[in-house]
């Protein structure tokens, strides 16, 4: 009881923060488009974000009271994506303790990586959090482009203006604001504090992913080898630098990596519960970064695909509707955000026009932008040893690899492709100044991703087989 309390507060904690942040800047971004004053918008928004926080909360205690992580999780069901190639092999169970006082020894082995592996979270997002706060916003992006229009919408809204004007073009005009709303409330509630309150949303991002990660992990591997995988994600360089620094790309990794993560744990357990979170958290990826949206619009296609893919129980019918709700779920926080672009156009300075012809006239590119790529990978200075274990690890269990693993390693792949386009479309002169400038940030933001990737490779030969399908869970819809 204790154990399953522990995951269920760990998981509310991660999915209020992540929810809540977002519920609450597509609210007030909304409500300042409409033309309410932002001190009378925020207290309206931060209310509407404190009632999205508590319906997550009961969403997911209803859903994980009665099934919490195990120490080896031995209850796999797999649906669409995740019945292709599971092999069967032999797992030990933990055994009956015969004696009460063996029984108090497993209880208390039991607890040990539902406390160890929170402690070790708490001591990398605490390091991330003081150097945030004794230099807010030390990287040069995070105070040109998201504590510069935190400022101005703590300070009463950016004119409409801004979104056109050449002056303010190196802010990028263009880019979502889930970000800078967030640090804009902060700068109005922290007062003279403001500045160092709002260069916190990076590490506490940082906090929120590995805690999703955890409690996800644990209920598809079991608690001991979540321990493991969470340890090496909250030890990569470049998330702990990243995030201290005030960028965004923390904040969308959160976004992304915890919708892939609910995305896997539905195609397991289809539970709703985890298909509803994987398309809120998918919708906040867009509204986080530009390249959100086609990562999140990946995450959708990949939810989508599963749900016709031959052999996936039940009726194609109540199927789809699941699937209409996803999409709507996953629009909720992004369109206000959409519909402003399509009225205003916002204008931005980093790429060239997506045609065909700009693609087919830069194909040229791509060998560089390979190499740079790979580079990258191997430098320990900011992925210690991930990409290179990743890789490996593919290699020597390829054949071990489910139907699940399978379609998250396709996720990972065009969610990295996604990143190569757009130098290919760079209008940076020269173009390779933009990737070393950038390639890093962004692949912090499939670094979770590629760690669920490994997990599910490195556990897949230690499952029990499939167990028997069983008819999908339909989604709550309205009506």
């Not at 989508?304 to 509707?321: K, M, Q, Y």
Request: glycine share 8%.
């Amino acid at each position: 009881m204790i154990r399953a309390g522990l995951f269920i507060l760990y998981e509310a904690i991660g999915l209020s923060w992540a929810l809540g942040c977002a519920v609450c800047s597509a609210t007030l971004f909304l409500l300042w488009w409409l033309g309410l004053p932002i001190g009378v918008a925020i207290p309206v928004a931060l209310g509407i974000a404190g009632l999205a926080a508590a319906l997550a909360v009961r969403l997911i205690w209803k859903s994980r009271r009665h099934s919490p992580p195990s120490l080896d999780d031995s209850r796999p069901r797999s649906y669409g994506f995740a019945g292709m190639r599971t092999r069967r092999t032999r797992t030990s169970a933990v055994p009956s303790p015969a004696h009460p006082s063996c029984a108090r020894q497993v209880r208390v082995l039991s607890l040990l990586p539902a406390v160890g592996a929170p402690a070790l979270i708490a001591v990398v997002c605490g390091v991330a959090a003081w150097t945030a706060w004794q230099a807010p916003f030390a990287a040069w992006d995070a105070w040109s482009i998201w504590a510069f229009k935190a400022h101005a919408f703590a300070g009463g809204g950016l004119p409409l203006s801004y979104f056109h004007d050449q002056q303010t073009l190196f802010t990028h005009p263009d880019y979502p604001l889930n970000l800078p709303l967030v640090e804009a409330v902060l700068l109005r509630l922290g007062g003279p504090a403001g500045d160092h309150l709002a260069a916190l949303p990076g590490p506490v991002s940082f906090l929120a992913l590995l805690l999703l990660f955890y409690t996800g992990l644990a209920r598809l591997y079991g608690a001991g080898r979540a321990a493991w995988a969470v340890a090496a994600l909250a030890l990569v360089p470049a998330l702990a630098s990243q995030a201290a620094g005030g960028d965004a790309d923390v904040p969308l990794a959160l976004y992304a990596g915890g919708a892939a993560l609910y995305l896997a744990l539905w195609w397991r357990r289809r539970e709703s519960a985890d298909a509803l979170l994987c398309a809120l958290l998918a919708g906040g990826a867009a509204w986080t970064k530009k390249e959100g949206l086609p990562v999140a619009l990946l995450l959708i296609a990949a939810f989508t695909t599963g749900e016709v893919w031959p052999g996936t129980v039940g009726a194609l019918w109540p199927r789809l509707r699941q699937v209409a709700a996803v999409w709507a779920l996953a629009l909720a926080l992004p369109l206000p955000w959409l519909l402003f672009n399509w009225r205003t156009h916002p204008i931005g300075r980093d790429f060239l026009p997506l045609t065909p012809g700009t693609l087919l006239a830069h194909l040229d590119r791509l060998p560089e932008i390979a190499r740079f790529f790979g580079l990258l990978m191997l430098s320990f200075q900011h992925w210690s040893l991930l990409w290179v274990v990743l890789a490996a690890v593919l290699v020597l269990r390829r054949r071990n690899l489910t139907g699940r693993g399978g379609a998250l390693l396709v996720l990972l792949a065009p969610q990295l492709a996604v990143y190569a386009l757009a130098f290919v479309f760079s209008d940076w002169q020269p173009y390779t100044d933009h990737i070393r400038t950038s390639l890093d940030r962004l692949l912090v933001q499939a670094v979770p991703l590629a760690v669920l990737v490994l997990s599910e490779v490195a556990c897949a030969g230690k499952q029990e087989p499939a167990a028997a399908h069983e008819p999908p869970a339909e989604l709550p819809l309205a009506g």
